[in-house]
């Protein structure tokens, strides 16, 4: 029996002719399947293979009422302990493709932006270099603008294939949706921003448009990026990057170390000592402990400084 009762086996069957019975997972635990290791169970978890399938899954959803959480790398989210109500799509290697067209890479949502960088080094292509340390999906990156190094997502995004939800029928039923590529000018990406998140739209894939350049330079910049991110960040550790935004004429790491917050725990969750803009998960965590770690940094930062922290860090889920 399902925890959230629109899911019958009628809806179920739907489900499972849409992306096949094999890829359609009963109560995977959501640890599996984000970067800080932490997450009770979807409730269902399609695994669909090609585009067809993912758009079927959305409207087969969408239709019964279903709620649906997509799911990339996860290396941004929070998934509460007592994991998703509904759906959740996870599109990672199972839908990744990337060709390269001239000096155009075309990407399917759940290709690492890391395998995006690599492709684009082989074909001698740049752009990607300051990007490709990020552990993020090409959904995720453009849903979220990603960025790093003065360098973001959109900087080098052509245009983005989208799902948009169907509008609701005179009975208040939902409709199915459609399928549209959306140029970057129109997709008004701002600081960890985008008109994909605030219209709850889909990415299904996207284009980027790069520069022709020297392999041999593109990977030294490639790999001193990635010597920088490994002398500050602790990368060896559970964690979903960077915890908290950052805040308008601050850091959010040097406010936190400021506050003496540097290393401060609950349970198994810690203020990295490393960089203290970091929340990792030092010893089986669970989101309870970060959220409460999460909260304990934004008031004493708000009472320190009188600096609103705002987390950068997605919460979805059950707590």
């Known amino acids: ?5 629109r899911i019958t086996d009628e809806v179920l069957c739907a489900l499972g002719a849409a992306v096949g019975e094999d890829n359609l997972v009963l109560f995977e635990p959501m640890s599996a399947h984000t970067t800080f290791k932490i997450g009770g169970p979807a409730d269902v978890m399609l695994i669909p293979r090609d ?19 997509v799911v990339g790398n996860g290396s941004d989210l929070l998934v509460g302990d007592r994991g998703i109500r509904g759906v959740v799509i996870l599109l990672r290697e199972n839908y990744a493709a990337i060709d390269v067209a001239g000096t155009r890479i075309h990407a399917q ?17 740049s752009g990607l270099e300051p990007l490709w340390g990020i552990p993020a ?10 960025g790093a190094y003065d360098a973001c997502t959109a900087d ?3 245009s983005v ?12 039923t939902n409709m199915r949706g459609f399928v549209r590529t959306i140029p970057v000018s129109e997709l008004h990406m701002g600081y960890r921003q985008s008109r994909i998140h605030d219209e709850g739209l889909i990415v299904l894939s996207a284009t980027f448009s790069l520069v022709p350049g020297n392999e041999r330079m593109i990977r030294a910049d490639m790999d001193t990026y990635q010597k920088r991110r490994e002398e500050k960040q602790p990368l060896e550790m559970p964690s979903a990057g960077s915890t908290f935004k950052r805040p308008q004429g601050y850091f959010a790491g040097k406010l936190i170390m400021d506050a003496g917050l540097r290393g401060c ?15 990792v998960n030092v010893d089986h965590a669970t989101a309870a402990d970060v959220n409460a770690l999460i909260e304990h940094v934004q008031e004493e930062v708000k009472a ?9 860090v997605k919460r979805i889920g059950v707590f």
């Open 156 to 158: 080098v995004l052509e």
């Open 109 to 125: 949502a759940g290709a690492l932006l890391r395998d995006v960088a690599l492709a684009a080094a082989e074909a001698e292509l």
């Open 137 to 146: 999906t090409v959904g995720g990156a453009c849903h979220m603008n990603a």
């Open 1 to 5: 029996m399902h925890e959230y009762d």
């Open 265 to 279: 725990r609950v349970g198994g969750a810690q203020v990295s000592e490393k960089h203290c803009g970091f929340v």
């Open 161 to 172: 294939e989208v799902y948009e939800p169907g509008a609701k029928a005179p009975d208040g």
């Open 304 to 312: 320190q400084f009188g600096v609103e922290l705002e987390p950068e």
């Open 51 to 69: 585009k067809e399938s993912v758009v079927c899954a959305l409207d087969t959803c969408a239709i019964a009422g279903v709620p649906v959480t």
